[in-house]
Structures are given as C-alpha cells and as structure tokens.
C-alpha cells in the first residue's frame, strides 16, 4: 500500500491564549513537535498542513523529510486544510490524518489502523467508543475531498461512505490540548509510548478505558511491507454507525 500521513496543525488555537498552541513545550519539546516526530516514525511519506503563524512554527520545528503545505485559506475552517493536504498526497493509496495537538497518538496507532482499512473506505480511531484520530482515507474518499463545500470537514466526507471504527485505546491516548491548563496536566499523565508498551495502563491516561491488544504492527513491520491484516490488531465490534468526525 502507498500510504502517507496527513496532519493538520494551521489552526490558531484561540482558546490557548496569545501563544502559538503549536510552539507550545511539552516535555521539552514543542507540541506539535510530537506529532510530527511519531507520523515520521510511521510512514515514510508525510505532509504538514500550516497556517496561523506558519512561519514561526517552520523555523521552530524539525519536520525531517515530511513536507509543509502553506493552507491560506486555515481561518475558514478544517475543511480547508484538509483540501490543501490531500491535494499534495493526490497519488497516494490511502492517507492516515492526525492532528497537530494531540501528542500522545503512537506510530503504532497509525500502522494499525492502515491495516484495519483492508474492506473499507475509511478507518475511525476509537477511544473508549470515543471517535479520535488517526482517521484513515482511502483512494475513495480521497477522490471526493475537492467536493466538500465550504469549510465543511471529516464528518461530511466520512457521512457518505462505508467507515471501519476501530478500537485502539490500548495503543495510544487521543487527548488533545486546547487551553494552557490542559498542556500542564499532560505532564503528569503517561505518553502514548508508555501505553503501546504495557508500562502504563489506558486507564491511567485521559481516555479512560480501552482494550490492551498484544500483537499490532510495529511501524517497521508496516514499513517493510511484513504486516499482514491477520497481524493486525482484532477490531472491536463497530458502534452506531452514525458517521462522527472533526
């Protein structure tokens, strides 16, 4: 499969204050920082969709080899970005999309819920039954990206096709920072990492509860082409399947 990652990061974050929530530390590094390093971990092809304060953030982050993709238009909402983002991946097979302020999502989760799109247009990352990211697209979807009005987003799009949601808390935390309160409270919570390795239970995190699995795919598994559906992750019955995205 030609995968790539997606993630979005050109909002301006209002209810984080006058700093730029993307610059913001965490653990020593800033937050979007996290979200990039663990898609490049993932997938050997990434793009970085920016807006607000673009140039500060190009100069302050490591992006490695992901490209960033300039979204004028970021200010009239997600849908924009998403457009710019899947314009730059138009030859790709499938895209997984994450967002630049949840840092504890793990290249595990990622992996994993590429394999789960096998039989499916699109894959939705389950929390606890709670929808978060990664969101996976197919050839399919990606086709009817151009046709999303306005600053329509995910939910629209995923509402007319057949979506995969998939349970993956044991994975990762899908917590995201809106507020500087929030970013000081992750400090005292477990990564991601530790959760997808055992040393700290979903519990413990934000998302408060998911099933453990035991056996995903390892990004370098994916990556070489050595993770079969059968070592995927087992999926979790599908919830009411009212479409939820954002």
Same mark, same amino acid.
């Given at each position: 499969?030609?995968?790539?990652?997606?993630?979005?990061?050109?909002g301006a974050?209002?209810?984080?204050?006058?700093?730029?929530?993307?610059?913001?530390?965490?653990?020593?590094?800033?937050?979007?920082?996290?979200?990039?390093?663990?898609?490049?971990?993932?997938?050997?092809?990434?793009?970085?969709?920016?807006?607000?304060? +673009? @140039? %500060?953030?190009?100069? =302050? &982050?490591?992006? *490695? /080899?992901?490209?960033?993709?300039?979204? #004028?238009?970021?200010?009239?909402?997600?849908?924009?970005?998403?457009?710019?983002?899947?314009a730059?991946? +138009? @030859? %790709?097979?499938?895209? =997984? &999309?994450?967002? *630049? /302020?949840?840092?504890?999502?793990?290249? #595990?989760?990622?992996?994993?819920?590429?394999?789960?799109?096998?039989g499916?247009?699109?894959?939705?990352?389950?929390?606890?039954?709670?929808?978060?990211?990664?969101?996976?697209?197919?050839?399919?979807?990606?086709d009817?990206?151009?046709?999303?009005?306005?600053?329509?987003?995910?939910?629209?799009?995923?509402?007319?096709?057949?979506?995969?949601?998939?349970?993956?808390?044991?994975?990762?935390?899908?917590?995201?920072?809106?507020?500087?309160?929030?970013?000081?409270?992750?400090?005292?919570?477990?990564?991601?990492?530790?959760?997808a390795?055992?040393?700290?239970?979903?519990?413990?995190?934000?998302?408060?509860?998911?099933?453990?699995?035991?056996?995903?795919?390892?990004?370098?598994?994916?990556?070489?082409?050595?993770?079969?559906?059968?070592?995927?992750?087992?999926?979790a019955?599908?919830?009411?399947?009212?479409?939820?995205?954002?």
């Open positions: 499969m030609n995968a790539a990652g997606l993630i979005l990061a050109a974050g209002t209810r984080f204050g006058e700093q730029t929530k993307q610059l913001a530390d965490l653990r020593g590094k800033p937050l979007l920082q996290h979200a990039v390093d663990t898609m490049n971990a993932a997938l050997e092809r990434v793009v970085v969709v920016l807006g607000h304060d +673009a @140039d %500060a953030i190009r100069a =302050a &982050i490591d992006f *490695g /080899d992901a490209a960033v993709v300039i979204c #004028e238009q970021w200010a009239q909402g997600q849908g924009y970005s998403l457009r710019a983002g899947v730059v991946l +138009a @030859d %790709a097979d499938a895209i =997984a &999309i994450t967002l *630049g /302020d949840q840092p504890f999502i793990t290249p #595990e989760v990622i992996t994993g819920a590429l394999v789960q799109l096998e499916y247009d699109a894959v939705r990352a389950l929390y606890d039954g709670a929808p978060g990211h990664p969101v996976v697209l197919s050839r399919t979807v990606m009817a990206v151009p046709e999303l009005g306005g600053d329509a987003g995910a939910r629209e799009l995923l509402a007319r096709f057949n979506v995969h949601r998939w349970e993956a808390g044991g994975l990762a935390s899908a917590v995201d920072v809106d507020t500087p309160d929030e970013l000081a409270r992750l400090d005292q919570r477990p990564s991601g990492a530790a959760i390795a055992g040393e700290a239970a979903p519990e413990a995190a934000l998302t408060e509860r998911a099933t453990a699995p035991d056996d995903g795919p390892s990004a370098a598994a994916f990556q070489a082409g050595n993770a079969a559906p059968e070592a995927a992750l087992t999926a019955p599908d919830p009411d399947p009212e479409a939820t995205a954002g």
